[in-house]
């Protein structure tokens, strides 16, 4: 019941016709982004944070969760049309969705994926509605060994279920770690790495940084990538599956859900993962798993549903705990802060209105969404004629006068511009650059907790096995990391064989 | 050069860089500890990253061909133009002014990155510059440099 009055108050506050219009625009703005290969969903929240300077935090995060979401509906339609994933948690849905394209099945195909990912949204909407609120309960009882241990497991999780390997995402968090601590210490005031420059008093800046790293990179990167495009075209009355179909998809849409959702909560590529996932369990449980890549409709039911189901299950450590397990909440994370507000246990129950106001326009959001991507798809379509070349001037531009905004300081510019070449750098190498941001907005609070854990222990590490929670969580962390170290140094299966071989000769 | 190589040198240089001048920074005590210790511990294990993808590299560089040098620059072009645009356009921004800045930071990339013609580059760099100055200077409010031609 008080979640039904809760939700009561946050539809009160979403449907305001200003809240309306920016749920809208943040879905809009989203489904392009999502349509468009060559800007992911972070990218498109920091080309709008400016926009939001002006607004409340409840209309400034309505806006940019719409964002988060709805590129998540619009990366199949490219995937499904083009064979060309719009986001990276869109790939697997090129394998079958395309196939469809071909035998003429294109319009059904992004029907079940609208669809899909619709169902997706509002379940881990309802998810998010219980648990969060739960969690932000049980945080309250974290002090700093706790709040040091989560941290501490966050980082160890991001690096093995990021998109690299764990050895190559570890010393990326180290270094946004090390980054993070440039700047005033927040407990000494003690100035570090600051080289007498005014500037860095305050940190790097997160802002410039992300811009720089994940929205100046990533264009640098993809002008070098020449596409060829056919774009085919849906008209209105393909879209509709045929009844076999439909009752095919319910499955994988509901298995799905819950697969995204419990992904989502987890670190890293959540929404990766979470299509990958869902794939393998739908080839898994189907009766003629060979056919998977030709065409399925599971193989775009599921997938769909869990990437989508992934975005409202990683609103739940971002919102109840203040930990962001993504790039694109870390963003929004940082938008919240820029208004005044920094998300914690303690931001449910301080900040009802905000955090019920997200949740019922987040399921107002999914409606706007099922209509942007069903009717208007051939609208979007349309987009992917804009050739690149004209696109990436004004994604840099955006770049440059987003962060310049921040601060009205050229000092910002400079730093988005050495993060564009570092981001573009670890892009050319293949090394994930979406780990380093997150640890570099994480970093000051596991110092902190880490520092304040010992005062309070009088210097003794005892305080961490003390308190079951923490020592729980700390054992969890060296287990796992202990197993990466050993699945990365243990000899494959083909060096075994080998092995074997020359033995036996 | 490969991959790894590179990689083991940029942390290297963050690990070595971290090293030098956080000795510098006081530790504390166990009981207080001291700005210095996490920025150490993090110089420390970058180093160590650094110096393992180094011998990881030189492991996996072992039986590479001659880098052909030309090929490898001529990859970068492309990135190299759009760098050196934009560090034009952050040094003369608070000079020249948004508006033109933007302005001619749009035409050279049209024209000189995507090569397009002049007439082309000219008019899309003119109608995406002032509707970019109209949409952050006039609708966002967002306070733009002036520079030379104030508006």
């Not at chain 1, 209105?236 to 849409?253: F, M």
């Not at chain 1, 697969?259 to 959540?270: K, N, Q």
């Not at chain 1, 301080?350 to 955090?355: A, D, G, S, T």
């Not at chain 2, 294990?45 to 492991?59: A, D, E, Q």
Request: hydrophobic share 50%; net charge positive.
């Amino acid at each position: 019941m008080d979640v039904l009055t809760n939700l009561y108050h946050g539809f009160h506050t979403a449907l305001t016709l200003n809240n309306i219009y920016l749920c809208f625009i943040g879905c809009l703005w989203g489904t392009i982004i999502g349509v468009l290969p060559g800007i992911g969903p972070m990218a498109g929240i920091i080309l709008l944070i400016p926009a939001t300077y002006g607004l409340d935090a409840t209309s400034a995060i309505i806006m940019l969760a719409g964002i988060y979401y709805g590129a998540m509906y619009g990366g199949s339609t490219t995937s499904i049309l083009m064979n060309i994933p719009g986001e990276s948690a869109s790939i697997v849905t090129c394998f079958d969705g395309y196939q469809m394209t071909q035998k003429g099945r294109g319009g059904a195909a992004l029907f079940v994926a609208a669809w899909g990912s619709w169902i997706g949204g509002i379940l881990s909407l309802i998810g998010l509605m219980i648990l969060a609120p739960s969690l932000a309960n049980f945080a309250m009882k974290f002090g700093p060994p706790e709040m040091f241990a989560v941290l501490l497991i966050a980082f160890v999780l991001l690096g093995s279920l990021g998109r690299d390997s764990f050895f190559k995402s570890m010393p990326m968090i180290f270094l946004g770690l090390f980054l993070g601590t440039v700047g005033m210490d927040q407990m000494t005031g003690y100035l570090r790495f600051t080289h007498g420059i005014r500037e860095l008093y305050d940190g790097i800046g997160f802002m410039p940084v992300a811009m720089g790293a994940m929205g100046v990179g990533e264009v640098l990167s993809s002008t070098e990538e020449s596409l060829v495009r056919i774009v085919h075209r849906v008209r209105l009355r393909e879209l509709l599956p045929t009844r076999q179909e439909l009752r095919a998809s319910w499955g994988p849409i509901f298995r799905g859900s819950g697969l995204g959702f419990v992904i989502g909560l987890l670190p890293g590529s959540a929404h990766v993962l979470a299509s990958f996932v869902s794939y393998l369990v739908e080839k898994r449980v189907a009766k003629n798993p060979e056919e998977f890549g030709t065409g399925r409709i599971e193989g775009v039911a599921g997938p769909e549903t869990a990437n989508n189901a992934a975005s409202g299950g990683a609103m739940i450590p971002f919102l109840g705990m203040g930990i962001p397990t993504s790039p694109a909440t870390a963003v929004m994370m940082f938008a919240l802060i820029i208004h005044g507000i920094r998300p914690g246990p303690l931001f449910i129950s301080e900040q009802p209105r905000i955090f019920w106001g997200l949740i019922a326009s987040m399921c107002i959001g999914n409606v706007i969404l099922i209509i942007l991507n069903l009717p208007l798809v051939g609208i979007f379509v349309n987009l992917l004629r804009i050739p690149f070349r004209v696109l990436f001037p004004m994604i840099l531009l955006i770049c440059l006068v987003g962060t310049y905004s921040v601060n009205y300081n050229t000092f910002d510019l400079g730093v988005l511009f050495a993060f564009g070449v570092l981001g573009y750098v670890f892009r050319k190498i293949k090394f994930d650059i979406a780990p380093f941001v997150l640890a570099m907005l994480l970093g000051p609070l596991v110092e902190e907790a880490l520092r304040l854990s010992l005062m309070r222990s009088g210097g003794s590490f005892s305080i961490f096995w003390n308190h079951r929670i923490a020592l729980t969580l700390i054992i969890s962390s060296c287990l796992l990391f202990l197993w990466n170290i050993y699945r990365g140094i243990r000899p494959s299966k083909a060096t075994w064989e080998r092995a074997l071989q020359e033995g036996e000769g | 050069m490969t991959r790894e190589r590179v990689g083991s040198l940029i942390f290297l240089f963050f690990g070595i860089y971290g090293l030098v001048f956080s000795l510098g920074i006081p530790f504390g005590s166990w009981k207080r500890p001291g700005p210095g210790v996490f920025p150490l511990s993090l110089s420390i294990l970058l180093s160590i990253s650094g110096i393992l993808w180094f011998i990881v590299g030189k492991r996996k560089g072992g039986g590479e061909k001659r880098t052909e040098w030309r090929k490898f620059i001529k990859q970068f072009t492309t990135s190299f133009q759009i760098a050196v645009a934009t560090a034009a356009f952050i040094l003369l921004l608070n000079r020249v002014g948004y508006l033109l800045t933007s302005t001619l930071y749009l035409l050279v990339l049209f024209l000189w990155v995507c090569r397009y013609r002049l007439w082309a580059a000219t008019g899309l760099a003119f109608c995406l510059g002032v509707g970019s100055w109209l949409f952050f200077g006039k609708l966002l409010d967002v306070q733009l440099p002036q520079g030379l031609f104030p508006l």
